[in-house]
């Protein structure tokens, strides 16, 4: 019904910046809370960033806050991860996910997204 597709992914170095995109498909996309997550090998995944249906509420995890920009551009169908500063830390495979939901709250738990992309991969060298 809603179909996520990552792009932007790649190898950089540290202190490098790398903007991640997803593009929506199917349903409308200005239905959905939008979010970021990444998993690295043998790891939980872990939320990253979400950004409600309007961008009235943005909501960054602890470890990417004042280094990432999460934002939408209803109009495209997209919301875009800008990622600044980064450290071998980040590396790991990052997934677009989208919540349906009216409420305006940004789910951290990966269990409560609805559809998600296939993941792109972030590789950060020191």
């Known amino acids: 019904q809603v179909q996520l597709v990552e792009s932007g992914g790649g190898l950089v170095q540290a202190g490098g910046s790398l903007r991640l995109s997803c593009a929506a498909s199917?349903?409308?996309?200005?239905?959905?809370?939008m979010g970021w997550f990444r998993q690295a090998p043998g790891k939980e995944r872990e939320f990253v960033a979400g950004?409600?249906?309007?961008?009235?509420?943005?909501r960054y995890g602890d470890s990417v806050k004042g280094r990432f920009t999460i934002s939408r551009d209803n109009g495209k169908n997209t919301v875009y991860l800008q990622m600044n500063s980064l450290e071998p830390e980040d590396t790991a495979v990052y997934y677009c996910?989208?919540?349906?939901?009216?409420?305006?709250?940004?789910?951290?738990?990966?269990?409560?997204?609805?559809?998600w992309g296939q993941g792109t991969q972030v590789t950060v060298s020191s």
């Open positions: 996910a989208a919540d349906y939901t009216t409420l305006p709250v940004v789910n951290t738990s990966p269990d409560r997204m609805d559809y």
């Open positions: 950004i409600t249906r309007s961008g009235g509420i943005i």
């Open positions: 199917g349903r409308a996309f200005s239905s959905y809370v």
